[in-house]
């Protein structure tokens, strides 16, 4: 009998989850999607007709990492917990670009979006951090003459990162649960599903939770309260599943 205490766990976040730390999320009022179209500053084709609009989103996004404001909250915390003291497996992917997972202490993050503070030479598709902004200045160095350095992220229309390491663990885990996204981006979206048709327990803690029933049990409320509450009753064992 599978009980939490020895689970493997399968974590996906969204943008609900840095939105208690002040970033802004999609597909909300004010929300990033409302302030900028996709096709202008998320897609391959938008960067090679504007790179220096794309650059700017991008910049921005990345500068509004530094703001003091902006911390990993308790939900942060908690999984960064679940990692360090849950006996069986925990795998995260996360769909933000935000370092705010690896901030709360979590060693090992699936950016399947790709990450602001890094960059990628559109050549060799070397990616490392980078300080300071994007811009026609900033080159690689792994190519004679240098490529113009683009942002790290997975843009409309690309291939998300990671994706067999995703699938074997979403057909390998007892329990998905999945924190602050809308479910409305596939592969992403998808997830719960596979993962329930190999077996696992699916569970959803969102603010205003909008999947169709495709989760056993779902936590309504804000991530910084319903997470911490979460991550203690699966390492105190409260509730066996089958
Ligand atoms: N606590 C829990 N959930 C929250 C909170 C909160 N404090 N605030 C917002 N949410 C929920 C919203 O109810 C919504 O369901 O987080 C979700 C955010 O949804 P989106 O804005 O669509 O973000 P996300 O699901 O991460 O988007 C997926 O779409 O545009 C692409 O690449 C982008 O990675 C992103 C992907």
Request: charged share 20%; glycine share 8%.
């Amino acid at each position: 009998m599978k009980n939490y205490r020895n689970a493997n766990i399968v974590v996906l976040t969204g943008a609900g989850i840095s939105a208690a730390s002040g970033l802004k999320t999609f597909r909300s009022q004010e929300g990033l999607w409302e302030q900028h179209a996709v096709e202008e500053v998320a897609t391959p084709e938008a960067y090679d007709r504007n790179p220096e609009l794309v650059e700017a989103f991008y910049n921005e996004r990345r500068a509004q990492l530094d703001y003091s404001n902006t911390e990993p909250n308790a939900a942060h915390f908690a999984i960064a917990q679940l990692e360090q003291q849950h006996e069986g497996r925990l795998f995260l992917i996360t769909q933000n670009v935000d370092d705010l997972h690896e901030r709360a202490g979590h060693k090992q993050v699936l950016h399947m979006h790709g990450e602001l503070r890094k960059a990628r030479c559109p050549a060799t598709h070397q990616s490392f951090y980078m300080q300071g902004d994007f811009s026609a200045e900033n080159k690689c160095h792994c190519c004679v003459p240098g490529n113009r350095l683009r942002p790290h992220i997975v843009w409309f229309g690309e291939m998300p990162l990671g994706m067999g390491h995703i699938e074997r663990a979403l057909t390998e885990c007892d329990v998905f649960i999945a924190i602050g996204t809308s479910g409305t981006v596939y592969p992403a979206a998808g997830f719960v599903r596979l993962a329930k048709a190999f077996g696992a327990k699916t569970i959803d803690v969102n603010l205003n939770p909008c999947y169709s029933g495709a989760f056993d049990k779902q936590y309504e409320g804000c991530a910084t309260e319903s997470v911490p509450k979460l991550v203690e009753q699966i390492l105190s064992e409260q509730e066996e599943f089958a």
